[in-house]
C-alpha cells in the first residue's frame, strides 16, 4: 500500500512535529480557515503547513470537491490513529494541577436546542467565571456522529440512556427526567381524562434527532394495540412545542422541556395516558477523549448544571 511505503520512508528525525496538532487539525475541520483558528495561526500559514504536510507524507491529504475539502484514502487512515496520538499526547504533557483559568481550547459538544435552553446557559455562565478563555461551540446530531467522536471532531455529546454508543465509548448519567403529553390549553381534549385510544385520535408532533422515527413510544403503543399518527416531525423541542401550541396536535416529550415553554406557548402537562415514562439524560465520549484533564474538568461543569436544573428528579443518577 502507499501509505504504509510513505510512512516507512519518512525520517522521523526530520520531520517538524509542531505538524502533527496542525495536520490533526485539518484532518479534523477538513476545512483550513477553521484549523488556522484552532491553532492560532494565520489562514496563509496553516496553507503552508499543508503544503508541507503534503510533501512530508506525498499524498495530497485534502483534495478539493466542490465546496468542500475532502480527505484522500490516506488521510482517513491517518484521521483516527493521529487524534488517538495526540489525546495520548496531551494527556502524557498535561500538568496534573490543571488550571481552567489558563485553557484556551473550543469544546465541541453535540446537543439539542433541549439542552441548549436548559443546560448550557448554567455552563456557559460558569465558564465565563472559572475559564473564560474556553469557547464551546455545539455540533447538530446525524447518522455521522458516532465517526465524528471516533476522529475527534466532536468532542463529547448528550444523549439517553440506551443511545447505541460508539465502539470503546463511556458515558455518565447526568439526570432523570420523564415524558409529558402535551397538548394547547384550548384543545378540544383538553376537558377529558385521556385514554390509550384518545392518544391515538389525534396527530402528533414528534422530534427525531437522528432521523429515526420509531420511538419506545411507539412500542408501547403497539403493545396495546394502538397506532398514532406522526403529522410533523423536526429535530427540535422548541419548534415542535410552537406546532402543538399553535394546532390540535399532541406531542410527549421531555416534562422539563416542556414546561420552560408552556407559558409562551400556551401548553398544558399532563401524565401520558399508556403510564409514566422516565429516561436518563447522559453525556458520552470516546476513549480517546477520556484521559483529557480539561474534559474531565468540562464534564463535571455540566454534571453540576444538569443536577441543578433536573434537582427534582436526579436522584439515582450515576456512572455508567
Not at 191 to 198: F, N, Q
Request: with cysteine; charged share 25%; aromatic share 6%.
Amino acid at each position: 500500500m502507499f501509505y504504509m511505503k510513505t510512512m516507512r520512508e519518512v525520517n522521523l528525525s526530520g520531520v517538524d512535529l509542531n505538524l502533527l496538532p496542525l495536520l490533526e487539525a485539518l484532518l479534523r475541520r477538513r476545512n483550513v480557515t477553521q484549523a488556522a483558528r484552532e491553532a492560532g495561526l494565520s489562514q496563509p500559514a496553516m496553507s503552508r503547513a499543508l503544503a508541507r504536510l503534503r510533501h512530508l507524507l506525498g499524498d495530497p491529504l485534502l483534495v478539493r470537491d466542490g465546496g468542500a475539502l475532502v480527505p484522500t484514502p490516506v488521510a482517513r487512515a491517518l484521521a483516527g490513529p493521529l487524534a488517538e496520538a495526540m489525546a495520548d499526547l496531551r494527556a502524557l504533557l498535561s500538568r496534573r494541577d490543571f488550571d481552567p483559568v489558563q485553557a484556551q481550547r473550543t469544546v465541541c459538544l453535540a446537543a439539542s436546542d433541549a439542552q441548549g435552553l436548559l443546560i448550557l446557559p448554567g455552563v456557559m455562565a460558569r465558564l465565563g467565571r472559572a475559564a473564560p478563555g474556553l469557547r464551546l461551540r455545539l455540533e447538530g446530531y446525524g447518522p455521522d456522529l458516532a465517526e465524528r467522536m471516533r476522529s475527534g471532531r466532536v468532542d463529547l455529546a448528550f444523549a439517553v440512556a440506551g443511545t447505541p454508543l460508539p465502539p470503546g465509548a463511556e458515558s455518565e448519567t447526568l439526570a432523570r427526567d420523564e415524558l409529558a403529553l402535551v397538548f394547547r390549553r384550548d384543545h378540544p381534549g383538553a376537558a377529558r381524562d385521556w385514554t390509550p385510544a384518545d392518544y391515538g385520535r389525534f396527530d402528533h408532533a414528534s422530534v427525531s434527532l437522528f432521523g429515526d422515527e420509531p420511538s419506545d413510544i411507539d412500542a408501547r403503543l403497539a403493545a396495546i394495540g394502538v397506532q398514532r399518527r406522526v403529522a410533523y416531525v423536526s429535530p427540535s423541542f422548541a419548534s415542535a412545542l410552537a406546532v402543538v401550541g399553535a394546532s390540535d396536535l399532541v406531542t410527549t416529550l421531555s416534562r422539563t422541556v416542556a414546561a420552560r415553554h408552556a407559558e409562551t406557548f400556551g401548553l398544558e402537562l399532563r401524565e401520558p395516558p399508556f403510564g409514566r415514562m422516565t429516561y436518563d439524560l447522559t453525556l458520552i465520549w470516546t476513549a480517546i477523549r477520556a484521559a483529557d484533564p480539561l474534559l474531565g474538568w468540562f464534564r463535571g461543569v455540566v454534571r453540576d448544571v444538569a443536577r441543578e436544573v433536573f434537582a427534582p428528579t436526579a436522584a439515582g443518577a450515576g456512572t455508567g
